[in-house]
């Protein structure tokens, strides 16, 4: 047994005062470690955080926080042995393991990935394009996004140890945000582990990370407005926290992802025999017994056609028969125990107060036969399956959850009816839908999504992809709506604006390009002195600008242009009938030749800095181009982003195509992919 779990306070590992509470296994009942924070400096840690970690992170750019998330991963990955030992005493199978230890890993990648790719290699993170507020453009805005400067607190369930700390940590650390993570008690003594071997690798600067293991005591006293609380645990927890009078008078930002009686329903399709049965039992059975049922996205009510209910009953009833319940660290076992004898004994009662309503199919007990263990010294509950007959007047269905392997079904008459007993939880982490039906999938979705914060549709179609009903994902959100939390998590980008505060800047184009980094149009414009495709990306500056020559369009290029790309659309081959079309007074030139005869026109053709063009965004054409008419482009440096070590940065370039009267016909970004001073001056 560890002596006491250590809290990681001020950059130094604390012991809390007193013999604290003893953790035990779930699969033994063997004490693991003692538990306390008692005694700790909690406004301490918070000013650290504030002073120390936040001033530390923002000294990073987005990409340098993605670099940093990376080692961090690759790091995590090098020690995961120790962490899959460890899980094995909360209950956790290997299977359940890897979704909390892998999963929470691969969250870190996925994070560190999306920062480098759709962030700037900047501090300031820019919303949206530039609002256009006064008429002359000299005075213009644009919505900025900057780190909170205050601390992130989290506080996580005890499902997952791992992932439930790392899937908040990855997006708040990339916003430049520090953390003090509090995990629940039962499994804490894993989560602490993680964090000995995240401090041990001096990845993270210092004031980053710091851990409390026990009671948060005094923390909430000293929050202030730039710190933000996000939660996992129970609704009724969240709405105490919530109530806090420093949170309420500071206006806390407050994340919550709580209870959650999910649902998944079977479409009118999906009968006996079909692939899409099949499907449903399978995702039922592995949704109820995947942790133990201990994830916060189960399936916790089987919503089924009522003429095959009974079918869906015995076809689960007959999966659940074949879940090998007992120790998690023998690889015959199935489903490991519960947490602790305490969730057991709450699951039991909840049990026993949803048999009031439904009737108890399958399961029910924590006495039976358990392989390699004894089932009355761990924490083992059997997989239990109930039914209840009156659905749409039944209340505890929809309003108790039992925290374990234990889901009910649920018949309904029509998709109405499914509709309804979908949104009678009042608000759900994730819904599922398994039919072959796109018209019910359809119907079903748009009834149900307003209750829902993710939702997964299942057919024969993509099943062998299908990360399936339960499985957060880091590209998309995590939360949902009432009973939920109404909080997300995650979903790319979006988590990392959780921790970010979104300010309106207001002020000329020169300020405002200054600011974001990002050429805002009445902004600056300067002569670069040569081509701006001869400069290195060091080189060059946002406003450098080139104004070409002029080129006439001319029949023979439409005509030429129609000919050789095969696009002979009438409006460029016909004059009669592109005059009657309502755009335009006669035959036009193609869009593509416009861009095309733009590129020759500012394109520098000779080997240099620009090594490549990558792509072009936001392309618009503004109005016709008819034969005759000149073109002349301004080609300007809008925006640069360095990719550190790789030998170039990013340039995006504002192109602007206009006519011999000076009326925009083409707007557009151009991206270039060009070589930093040391690549460059190794191949010129």
């Known amino acids: 047994m560890q002596a006491k779990l250590g809290n990681l306070v001020l950059d130094q590992w604390v012991d809390g005062d007193g013999d604290g509470n003893v953790l035990t296994n779930a699969v033994s009942g063997e004490p693991v470690a003692s538990i306390t924070s008692a005694g700790l400096d909690f406004g301490g840690m918070l000013h650290h955080a504030r002073s120390t970690g936040g001033a530390n992170l923002r000294k990073l750019t987005f990409h340098e926080r993605g670099e940093m998330l990376k080692a961090l991963a690759i790091y995590l990955q090098e020690h995961k042995k120790e962490f899959y030992a460890l899980s094995t005493a909360t209950g956790a199978t290997r299977s359940d393991s890897w979704v909390d230890i892998d999963g929470g890993i691969s969250t870190l990648f996925v994070y560190s990935g999306k920062g480098r790719r759709e962030m700037p290699n900047d501090h300031v993170y820019l919303d949206g394009p530039p609002e256009q507020i006064s008429k002359n453009g000299t005075f213009t805005a644009q919505h900025i996004f900057t780190p909170k400067l205050g601390a992130a607190v989290h506080i996580n369930a005890f499902n997952f140890p791992c992932w439930g700390m790392l899937e908040k940590l990855a997006p708040t650390l990339l916003a430049g945000v520090p953390a003090i993570v509090k995990p629940a008690s039962s499994t804490a003594y894993l989560t602490e582990l993680m964090v000995r071997r995240i401090n041990k690798s001096g990845i993270l600067p210092e004031g980053a990370l710091q851990l409390i293991c026990g009671s948060v005591g005094d923390l909430f006293e000293h929050l202030i407005c730039q710190d933000t609380i996000a939660f996992t645990g129970s609704k009724n927890t969240a709405e105490f926290l919530q109530q806090h009078p420093r949170v309420i008078a500071e206006s806390v930002a407050f994340t919550a992802e709580t209870d959650s009686l999910n649902s998944s329903i079977l479409g009118p399709d999906a009968v006996p025999g079909t692939p899409e049965f099949d499907l449903y039992i399978k995702e039922v059975a592995r ?9 916060c996205t189960a399936i916790r009510r089987v919503i089924a056609p009522a003429a095959i209910a009974g079918e869906v009953v015995e076809a689960l009833s007959t999966a659940l028969g074949n879940i090998r319940v007992g120790n998690p660290g023998n690889k015959d076992v199935d489903m490991g125990a519960l947490a602790s004898q305490g969730q057991r004994d709450e699951v039991r009662d909840r049990v026993a107060e949803l048999s009031h309503e439904a009737n108890i199919v399958y399961g029910g007990t924590d006495d039976f036969d358990v392989v390699d263990a004894d089932s009355q010294k761990g924490a083992f509950f059997m997989p239990t399956l109930l039914h209840c007959d009156k659905p749409m007047t039944s209340k505890l269905v929809h309003g108790v959850e039992a925290f374990g392997p ?19 939880g009042e608000g759900s982490l994730a819904g599922s839908i398994i039919t072959n039906d796109n018209n019910v999938a359809r119907e079903l979705v748009l009834g149900t999504a307003a209750y829902h914060g993710r939702m997964v549709v299942i057919n024969r179609h993509c099943a062998a992809e299908s990360t399936g ?21 995650m979903g790319g980008i979006r988590g990392v604006l959780h921790y970010m505060q979104r300010t309106a800047v207001q002020g000329s184009p020169e300020t405002l390009t200054a600011i974001g980094h990002r050429w805002i149009k009445g902004a600056d414009q300067r002569d670069p002195g040569v081509h701006p495709f001869r400069k290195t990306f060091e080189q060059l500056e946002l406003g450098d600008t080139l104004i070409t020559d002029s080129r006439e369009v001319t029949l023979e290029d439409i005509q030429h242009f129609a000919e050789f790309t095969g696009d002979t659309f009438y409006a460029h081959t016909d004059e009669e009938a592109a005059a009657k079309n309502p755009f335009f007074d006669g035959r036009v030139a193609h869009g593509y030749l416009i861009v095309s005869f733009a590129a020759g026109l500012f394109v520098d053709p000779d080997f240099g800095p620009v090594l490549a063009n990558y792509g072009v965004d936001d392309l618009r054409f503004a109005q016709p181009v008819n034969y005759g008419d000149t073109l002349k482009v301004r080609l300007c440096c809008k925006q640069k982003t360095l990719r550190a070590g790789s030998g170039y940065g990013e340039v995006r370039w504002d192109s602007e195509v206009t006519n011999q009267d000076g009326d925009v016909v083409a707007q557009y970004d151009v991206l270039t992919m060009v070589a930093t001073n040391e690549h460059w001056a190794s191949v010129s």
Not at 287 to 295: D, F, H, I, P, V
Not at 469 to 489: D, M, Q, T, W, Y
Request: aromatic content about 2%; overall charge negative; cysteine-free.
């Open 406 to 424: 234990v889901s009910t079904v649920l018949p309904y008459k029509n998709l109405d009816e499914a509709i309804e007993l979908s949104r009678l």
């Open 469 to 489: 009903h339960g499985s957060p994902l880091p590209h998309l959100i995590h939360g949902g709506p009432g009973r939920a939390g109404g909080g997300e998590e």
């Open 287 to 295: 949704e109820m017994t995947a942790k133990a049922g201990q994830k």
